[in-house]
């Protein structure tokens, strides 16, 4: 699982570590967090005995942020992460719909396809809980939570890129000041979810073109039409399928 240690991650590697005690937690480290946060990770390795795994960039890059948060991102979390990912065929996460509009439309389970192909499975157990049920799992299991929550921080990032929220109603929009919402590691679900939706349109074609065949010869040229269309559109679907997008967070983040 991806571990940024902030309290949805940490409930779910709660949960895991009952079914897999030394299941690999991937820390993303960009060389660019908090000192409450890396002091937080290694207490709770320490606490729990975690199978920790620290994930750096090939060639860190420290301050990229202040020319491209897209760059440092992509350097630091993005193909950090996906690179260690191949290991692996399933990957958990600590992500909810709540958590972001980007979020919104979040699965439990989803196939995630990496940049080399290799298509691994995405679970997202909270993806329906509530921030409330989050804090309650957390205290009625004792667990101690990152103590920059203490100081009104309501998403916790790297520290350049993270502040108290801007709107009280958004978690996350004390991140990158409002600039983007993710920072790319958690995009290509929305692709996955495009596709979905083109398939089920072709789907619905179909069965119009079907309908139609038993109506008039008029009605008969339309469904061959249709059908035609429904053909291209399943390409469609194939193509946006496959298509790895991956340069584009919970952990991540
Ligand atoms: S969140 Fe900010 S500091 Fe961290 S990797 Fe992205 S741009 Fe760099």
Same mark, same amino acid.
């Given at each position: 699982?991806?571990?940024?240690?902030?309290?949805?991650?940490? =409930?779910?590697?709660?949960?895991?570590?009952? #079914?897999?005690?030394?299941?690999? =937690?991937?820390?993303?480290?960009?060389?660019?967090?908090?000192?409450?946060?890396?002091?937080?990770?290694?207490?709770?390795?320490?606490?729990?005995?975690?199978?920790?795994?620290?994930?750096?960039?090939?060639?860190?890059?420290?301050?990229?942020?202040?020319?491209?948060?897209?760059?440092?991102?992509?350097?630091?979390?993005?193909?950090?992460?996906?690179?260690?990912?191949?290991?692996?065929?399933?990957?958990?996460?600590?992500?909810?719909?709540?958590?972001?509009?980007?979020?919104?439309?979040?699965?439990?389970?989803?196939?995630?396809?990496?940049?080399?192909?290799?298509?691994?499975?995405?679970?997202?157990?909270?993806?329906?809980?509530?921030?409330?049920?989050?804090?309650?799992?957390?205290?009625?299991?004792?667990?101690?939570?990152?103590?920059?929550?203490?100081?009104?921080?309501?998403?916790?990032?790297?520290?350049?890129?993270?502040?108290?929220?801007?709107?009280?109603?958004?978690?996350?929009?004390?991140?990158?000041?409002?600039?983007?919402?993710?920072?790319? #590691?958690?995009?290509?679900?929305?692709?996955?979810?495009?596709?979905?939706? #083109?398939?089920?349109?072709?789907?619905? #074609?179909?069965?119009?073109?079907?309908?139609?065949?038993?109506?008039?010869?008029?009605?008969?040229?339309?469904?061959?039409?249709?059908?035609?269309?429904?053909? %291209?559109?399943?390409?469609? $679907?194939? %193509?946006?399928?496959? $298509?790895?997008?991956?340069?584009?967070?919970?952990?991540?983040?």
């Amino acid at each position: 699982m991806t571990c940024s240690f902030q309290a949805e991650d940490v =409930v779910v590697l709660h949960m895991l570590r009952e #079914i897999k005690p030394d299941i690999a =937690v991937l820390f993303l480290d960009t060389v660019h967090h908090f000192s409450q946060t890396y002091a937080y990770r290694d207490e709770l390795a320490n606490l729990w005995k975690l199978n920790l795994i620290n994930l750096r960039a090939a060639e860190p890059s420290p301050g990229l942020w202040q020319t491209s948060t897209d760059a440092c991102c992509a350097r630091h979390k993005v193909e950090p992460l996906f690179s260690a990912l191949e290991a692996y065929d399933v990957w958990f996460t600590g992500l909810r719909r709540q958590q972001s509009p980007s979020r919104a439309n979040l699965s439990e389970v989803e196939p995630f396809r990496l940049p080399s192909g290799k298509s691994i499975t995405k679970v997202s157990a909270l993806a329906a809980w509530t921030n409330r049920d989050v804090w309650m799992y957390a205290k009625a299991h004792d667990i101690p939570l990152l103590p920059l929550y203490e100081l009104g921080y309501t998403s916790i990032g790297c520290e350049p890129c993270t502040s108290l929220p801007l709107d009280p109603s958004d978690p996350r929009s004390g991140r990158w000041q409002g600039q983007k919402l993710e920072c790319g #590691i958690h995009i290509q679900p929305v692709i996955s979810r495009q596709s979905t939706v #083109i398939s089920r349109q072709s789907t619905v #074609i179909s069965r119009q073109s079907s309908v139609d065949s038993h109506q008039s010869t008029v009605d008969s040229h339309q469904s061959t039409v249709i059908s035609r269309q429904s053909t %291209v559109i399943s390409r469609q $679907s194939s %193509v946006v399928g496959p $298509s790895a997008v991956g340069t584009g967070s919970a952990t991540g983040d």
